[in-house]
């Protein structure tokens, strides 16, 4: 189960985002894909899963376990969606809906792709609210997601993402808009899910410091291009394209340093 | 401007606490209250950088708007100078501490008016506070001091990058010429790059013109890189506070401890 991007061109009324983009997501790798807000990093992520916005076309290549992704009907990308690929996006307040109990959304995403009763969609959604460690499953699943902590909604986004066993999961900044502390409980819940499955990840971000503790891989993107890929700790102790070595610099800037400034 | 400081405390707060009505869950419900903050004391030296972190419902920025009279204390009392802030009062006499005070926020593309040029964003100050002299001289020459080129003030916000608008809104906060400058998130908004020389301007505007900071962050890097004070908030209190080395370096707190033990750092082996 590979994914394999090719020469992915992404344009907007004439203007390209994403221009020439390659690189492989091996079963079981987890990749990063950093850049800054434009570098086509969303964009690339967007294109596989064929959700590109109204007014966006993608041209290459994306093969999904041999398949081509690129000019595959919506019901046929849907169908892989959720079940094959699963989502994390940023936001979980604006990825749940409102006035559903988050274990019947759990449910419906389970749902849609396997014929289960009602009833054990319900108690499968039970097993994964546990499984994305919520506390007291049996009553949470009752809740509304306004009802629940940012921590706690983007774990229940992840429960939805991973309810079918996807073998490949993409993050989009899944942490951003969480508090540090919040932040290192989904990381880490993140990385043992896709370690413990063996499933390949592809996690989009701008922070340097989240990916290390996440990716294997990492691509380097800028203006649509990539400048630069290959295994995270090569980028990270030895950057061979200036942008790289920009970020690097740029990140440690502003970063916390454990040992205190030298 | 002619602020007087008591032993060298430009802001100082005591016993600060704010309640708000928590809505009802029931009607004919008893009123509820959440404290936001609890009997909070806080020192702002003259001439210091004081970074206050803390995660969502600490407190942090109902502290930062008591501080800045945008907001009134259910009890507790702000001192700027050694004169008392009454945020309730009319808001022409509180000039005197609007005048010696400037405010950045997290989003340049929320805070900057669309429809006004550049130059009337950083002039409005000057002329909404009654500031003398050749208000357009200062706002070229403040848009020079925070890295822009004079000519843009007949540019509209638009017309700018995320970075640049955040120079264009340090700038407005500094037109007047304030003793304070608080930022609320500043670089939180922006890419690492533009955030490292936005980071690089406060230094600047420290250093070189003595500016007092008080920076409200989650970012504790932004914190440790910027400040020699700090002040450590959880659920409207103050769990910790001192020098930044000293506390970011040998935490006290356990909450101090755990905030710092999650954060993220760069670690090229750590995730095989």
């Known amino acids: ?262 | 401007m002619s602020i007087p400081t008591t032993d060298g405390v430009l802001l100082r707060g005591r016993g600060l606490t704010r309640r708000f009505r928590a809505p009802a869950a029931r009607l004919f419900e008893s009123r509820r209250y959440t404290t936001a903050l609890d009997d909070v004391d806080i020192d702002v030296p003259e001439g210091s950088a004081v970074g206050i972190i803390g995660e969502s419902g600490s407190g942090k920025s109902t502290l930062v708007r008591l501080l800045l009279g945008l907001d009134s204390p259910t009890a507790g009392t702000v001192e700027l100078g050694g004169r008392p802030v009454d945020a309730g009062a009319r808001a022409r006499s509180l000039h005197w501490l609007r005048r010696a005070t400037g405010m950045v926020f997290q989003d340049p593309y929320a805070s900057l008016d669309p429809r006004m040029s550049v130059g009337q964003i950083i002039a409005e100050p000057l002329w909404a506070l009654g500031i003398p002299g050749d208000r357009r001289a200062r706002v070229r020459e403040v848009l020079q001091h925070v890295g822009l080129d004079a000519d843009m003030a007949a540019r509209f916000p638009h017309e700018f990058s995320g970075g640049q608008r955040q120079r264009i809104a340090i700038a407005r906060a500094i037109a007047h010429r304030p003793r304070v400058l608080v930022g609320d998130e500043p670089l939180s908004a922006l890419d690492v790059t533009v955030r490292a020389q936005i980071l690089d301007l406060l230094r600047t505007l420290r250093e070189k013109d003595g500016l007092t900071l008080v920076m409200v962050s989650h970012d504790i890097g932004v914190v440790q890189n910027l400040c020699d004070e700090v002040v450590v908030m959880k659920d409207g209190r103050v769990v910790e506070e001192g020098p930044t080395e000293k506390v970011l370096l040998e935490p006290q707190a356990a909450y101090t401890r755990h905030l710092l033990a999650s954060i993220p750092v760069i670690d090229p082996y750590r995730s095989r």
Not at chain 1, 131 to 156: C, K, T
Request: hydrophobic share 45%; net charge negative.
């Open chain 1, 1 to 262: 189960m590979s994914l394999e991007v090719q020469d992915l061109v992404v344009e907007i009324g004439g203007r390209r985002v994403v221009d020439g983009v390659s690189f492989a997501v091996p079963d079981g790798a987890r990749v990063g894909l950093i850049g800054e807000s434009g570098s086509g990093k969303s964009l690339t992520a967007l294109a596989v899963l064929g959700l590109l916005p109204d007014g966006a076309t993608a041209q290459g290549s994306i093969r999904w376990n041999g398949r081509e992704l690129i000019g595959l009907s919506d019901r046929k990308l849907a169908e892989l969606r959720g079940d094959e690929i699963g989502i994390v996006f940023q936001e979980p307040r604006t990825a749940l809906n409102p006035i559903r109990t988050v274990g019947r959304q759990i449910a419906e995403s389970i749902r849609i792709h396997q014929r289960l009763p009602r009833r054990a969609a319900m108690e499968r959604a039970v097993a994964e609210a546990a499984r994305v460690r919520l506390p007291d499953p049996e009553q949470i699943v009752r809740r509304y997601p306004h009802q629940l902590s940012g921590g706690q909604r983007q774990r229940v986004a992840i429960a939805m993402a991973l309810a079918c066993r996807p073998r490949l999961l993409i993050a989009d900044e899944p942490t951003t808009a969480l508090d540090v502390t919040i932040q290192a409980e989904i990381l880490e819940l993140l990385h043992s899910l896709v370690a413990d499955d063996g499933m390949s990840l592809v996690f989009i971000t701008h922070d340097l410091a989240v990916l290390s503790q996440i990716a294997t891989d990492a691509v380097v993107l800028e203006d649509g291009r990539v400048v630069e890929h290959g295994a995270l700790a090569q980028l990270l102790t030895a950057p061979a394209s200036p942008v790289t070595q920009g970020l690097l610099r740029d990140a440690t800037a502003t970063l916390w340093r454990p040992g205190g400034i030298s």
